[in-house]
């Protein structure tokens, strides 16, 4: 996939303009630094509103919208179509979940049709155009912290549809891990063992991890595989 990458550098949620975000009832003009406040936020971007896969995938981002505000997380979505467009396909969102069909959900999408902050942000793939021959928004999550720092960038293909309980299990490990001095390993669930940072001395994590830390044995004889309960 050949992505746009025109995003100002250092990326920051601060640089994102105000623009028309669909809100209750209609829509009014907002920052969506003021949307995040002082909370992570994830702004994900779809083709199309009215597409099988994106229908889905808000879908799926609906239902864990409580999860998701558990972890003080705010939801942004973005589509290259219109507010009218964005109220009439909510509709259809909800009932594809099971819903009444009403034009609300449980988080504000974007209206970017001029394409101004899928441009800025890089979001544009040039190689899936719309019937005007268009480039069209490819299927990007990116999450960010409370200072509105970028901490993680996802790209999907438009074939290919998100998992939501992956993002949420990432926005987890990034949230325990800006707090404690550890990492997470391959396949990490909330719950499981962690691994102490490689730059912290033994002494050190004895202190931080009181309820211990395990090193495995290995071959070259050096201790960096280790691990400890999750703080």
């Known amino acids: ?13 601060c640089e994102i303009l105000s623009v028309f975000i669909l809100h209750d009832d209609g829509y009014c003009p907002f920052s969506c630094v003021l949307l995040l406040h002082s909370r992570w936020g994830i702004l994900f971007s779809h083709p199309r509103d009215f597409t099988p896969v994106c229908t889905t995938e808000l879908g799926r981002a609906a239902k864990l919208a409580p999860e998701f505000a558990k972890r003080n997380v705010k939801l942004i979505a973005l589509s290259i179509d219109s507010v009218e467009d964005h109220l009439a396909w909510s509709k259809d969102i909800n009932a594809y979940n099971g819903d009444e069909p009403t034009n609300k959900l449980p988080f504000p999408i974007i209206d970017d049709k001029n394409r101004d902050l899928a441009i800025l942000l890089g979001m544009l793939d040039p190689a899936e155009k719309d019937d005007k021959g268009m480039p069209v928004t490819a299927r990007v999550v990116f999450i960010f912290d409370p200072d509105k720092k970028l901490k993680l960038s996802i790209l999907y293909p438009a074939t290919t549809g998100r998992n939501f309980d992956e993002i949420l ?8 891990t800006a707090t404690k001095k550890v990492a997470t390993p391959v396949d990490w669930k909330e719950g499981d ?5 490689p730059t912290i001395p033994e002494e050190e994590a004895k202190q931080l991890f009181p309820k211990g830390v395990f090193t495995k044995d290995l071959p ?11 703080p």
């Open 193 to 197: 063992s962690v691994m102490v940072l």
């Open 220 to 230: 070259s004889g050096k201790r960096y595989l280790r691990y400890t309960p999750q």
């Open 169 to 176: 299990r990432v926005i987890k490990s990034l949230q325990l």
């Open 1 to 13: 996939m050949s992505l746009i990458t025109q995003a100002s550098s250092p990326f920051c949620a």
